[in-house]
T-cell receptor, first 111, second 114 residues
Framework: QQPVQSPQAVILREGEDAVINCSSSKALYSVHWYRQKHGEAPIFLMILLKGGEQKGHDKISASFNEKKQQSSLYLTASQLSYSGTYFCGTEVSGSARQLTFGSGTQLTVLP | KAGVTQTPRYLIKTRGQQVTLSCSPISGHRSVSWYQQTPGQGLQFLFEYFSETQRNKGNFPGRFSGRQFSNSRSEMNVSTLELGDSALYLC?????????????FGPGTRLTVL
């Protein structure tokens, strides 16, 4: 079952923060985050495994709440280069090892 | 290190025809996954190949098939094309099988079915 991402779209100014959420109705084994710019291939951001760990890279970090089956992606002090569509991909515990992606969150950072 | 390459980049076909898409993974990567991307459905998993064996298959009809060669290159075939097959087809490679591995996506093949 496809995870639900929210919000569907967000517009912010350079330097502002944003949070993108990804929720599943099923128990998750892992959550993956990717960013795709228009006309380009999705780029890997990070993987979170069950256990509630939080990961970060530069000013982009993510958390995984195993109890809520929810992951959140945090973008701090957004840069123009952060613009794009963010997808979460989820792997359900106990199922075949494949990713099911959400419908994406379109993030636009304005100068 | 060269990235994932896909050929052709663009393809126009008519209903009823068949099409073959090709994907060359990053050197050393043995897993290749295929995805269909459409505005309405987003990214949908088609199948994954590892060491020339299909490891996983998504919820697509049998018209969609694939294979992987000994050099890890993979092909995807769609027979009896339908209008709804128009999409961007992405392949992604990773070192190992299983989704807890970073996947590197290719630029995709844009298929248009008329």
């Amino acid at each position: 079952q496809q995870p639900v991402q929210s919000p569907q779209a967000v517009i912010l100014r350079e330097g502002e923060d944003a949070v993108i959420n990804c929720s599943s109705s099923k128990a998750l084994y892992s959550v993956h985050w990717y960013r795709q710019k228009h006309g380009e291939a999705p780029i890997f951001l990070m993987i979170l495994l069950k256990g509630g760990e939080q990961k970060g890279h530069d000013k982009i970090s993510a958390s995984f709440n195993e109890k809520k089956q929810q992951s959140s992606l945090y973008l701090t002090a957004s840069q123009l280069s952060y613009s794009g569509t963010y997808f979460c991909g989820t792997e359900v515990s106990g199922s075949a090892r494949q990713l099911t992606f959400g419908s994406g969150t379109q993030l636009t950072v304005l100068p | 290190k060269a990235g994932v390459t896909q050929t052709p980049r663009y393809l126009i076909k008519t209903r009823g025809q068949q099409v073959t898409l090709s994907c060359s993974p990053i050197s050393g990567h043995r897993s290749v996954s295929w995805y269909q991307q459409t505005p309405g459905q987003g990214l949908q998993f088609l199948f994954e190949y590892f060491s020339e064996t299909q490891r996983n298959k998504g919820n697509f009809p049998g018209r969609f098939s694939g294979r992987q060669f000994s050099n890890s290159r993979s092909e995807m075939n769609v027979s009896t094309l339908e209008l709804g097959d128009s999409a961007l087809y992405l392949c992604a490679s990773s070192l190992k099988t299983g989704s807890t591995n970073e996947q590197f996506f290719g630029p995709g093949t844009r298929l248009t079915v008329l």
